[in-house]
């Protein structure tokens, strides 16, 4: 984690009054970067603050950035921010500075600024970047023994969990930001009786996971040190890895989850930077006594000191019942990420380990980040165990995702003396699944 500075003082306020509301995920010691635009302009890089967007564009021709941080600032404002990311968290730090003085309060931009800003409800967010390549981890060992205590009960955990991250190579492709609906897939199972069949998904499900945004990157061949692997992260979202259970159960072995998990992928629009959460790192999960030791490549004091962070997860469930009705979503989990087993920064240098070059823009699942007790467990397939429904405050039940349902995301990270910063929404409502052409 990189040290505290100015960003970081708690004592800092904003000329910009929403960004000192008390619950606002936007407050001035978080500047998250995203891509937007407003009615037909063309996409820019902008900066959350508050309830508006600093747009970049704008801010660099208004003349806001000069010296180091300018090429940097040129970078943020551009319509996929993979050129920022590409230039190590040293600009990103530089920047962050600069776009802090601009904001806070006695500012001498304040006039300058105050008139390129644009409402966040008026603005269209999309990917913040191109993303090349998403590779999803599994790395709750609460998440991964639910799972396994069903098909090895005596062993819920692969012998490999507590040895190395384990991960997927999934689809960059259909990743998609939060709000755009999500098709219920259509695909092949096996029902109980033994019939394989295709059609509608049955068993949707949603995973609660925190993503990763890949800084500068590695040539191909060449591996980057655990303790270096934190100059590689840019920075951090919300990501829901939704899953279709009756699909991966059929398709998945040998060679593990394919079409269950490429329908699609929810992330919020703002990127959380690496130098912004630095308030939050916690400890790396505390192994049992007789837990492996990591090998030395993934291993280091550092990491195992402030490689976690402290953010407060929660999913809703938004019906449409509970929607015509008027009725708020339902909590249906409350986690945190310091349930994860393994670290970012392990599961990038794990990543590069056999040479496998990561791009800027790269992203990276956490996994789906379930706690030990019951309100923690962040995917339905814990929650109902396909069999055991859920009643929700309206006296609806659920085993799955069903047609018209909405997955909300939320993430707040807390500390001590820090203030509060959020993530901004990861939402995405159920469409049916189309018609099969011809059938
Ligand atoms: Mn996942």
Redesign the pocket.
């Known amino acids: 984690m990189p040290a505290l500075n100015a960003t970081h003082d708690p004592a800092r306020r904003s000329w910009v009054e929403s960004a000192n509301a008390p619950g606002t995920d936007f407050p001035i010691q978080n500047l998250p970067h995203g891509v937007f635009r407003r009615a037909s302009e063309p996409w820019r890089g902008g900066v959350a603050i508050g309830d508006m967007i600093l747009d970049m564009a704008a801010a660099v021709d208004a003349g806001l950035f000069q010296g180091i941080p300018a090429e940097a600032a040129r970078a943020a404002a551009e319509p996929t921010l993979n050129r920022l990311m590409s230039m190590g968290n040293g600009a990103a730090s530089a920047l962050r500075a600069r776009i802090s003085d601009v904001l806070k309060t006695g500012s001498e931009a304040q006039a300058l600024a105050s008139r390129i800003l644009v409402r966040m409800a008026e603005a269209e967010l999309r990917l913040p970047c191109q993303v090349g390549a998403f590779t ?3 790395t709750s060992t609460f998440h991964t023994e639910r799972g396994g205590r069903r098909t090895r009960p005596d062993s819920p955990l692969p012998p490999n969990f507590k040895h190395l991250p384990v991960a997927y190579n ?1 689809r960059a492709t259909s990743l998609r930001v939060s709000g755009e609906a999500v098709r219920r897939p259509n695909g092949q199972r096996q029902t109980p009786n033994g019939d394989v069949v295709f059609g509608p998904c049955v068993n949707l499900d949603f ?1 609660l ?1 925190v993503g990763l945004f890949i800084g500068p990157g590695n040539p191909l061949g060449e591996p980057v040190a655990l303790s270096a692997a934190p100059e590689h992260i840019f920075g951090y979202c919300l ?1 829901n ?1 939704w ?1 279709a259970r009756d699909i991966q159960r059929w398709e998945s072995f040998p060679l593990g ?1 394919f079409l269950s ?1 490429s329908l699609s992928t929810t992330i919020s629009p703002w990127i959380v930077t690496f130098e912004a959460m630095a308030p939050f790192a916690a400890p790396a999960f505390p192994r049992a006594a007789d837990d492996p030791k990591p090998l030395p490549y993934l291993t280091c004091p550092k990491d195992q000191a402030e490689g976690l962070m402290d953010i407060a997860l929660e999913a809703l469930l938004l019906t449409p019942r509970m929607r015509e009705a008027g009725q708020a979503p339902a909590r249906i989990t409350l986690t945190n990420f310091q349930n994860m087993y393994w670290t970012f920064a392990q599961m990038v240098t794990h990543h590069m380990s056999n040479g496998c070059n990561l791009m800027p823009g790269d992203v990276l ?4 980040a379930s706690g030990p007790t019951d309100d923690s467990r962040a ?1 339905y397939s814990e929650i109902t165990e396909g069999k055991n429904p859920v009643t929700l405050p309206n006296g609806e039940t659920r085993l799955w995702l069903e047609d018209g349902d909405e997955i909300i995301f939320r993430g707040r990270a807390q500390a001590t003396g820090a203030v509060p910063i959020g993530f901004g929404e990861c939402r995405a409502r159920i469409d049916p699944a189309p018609a099969w052409p011809g059938m």
């Open positions: 999803d981890f599994l999934s995973e996971e990501l890895d899953s989850p998990k699942g956490s996994g789906t995917c």
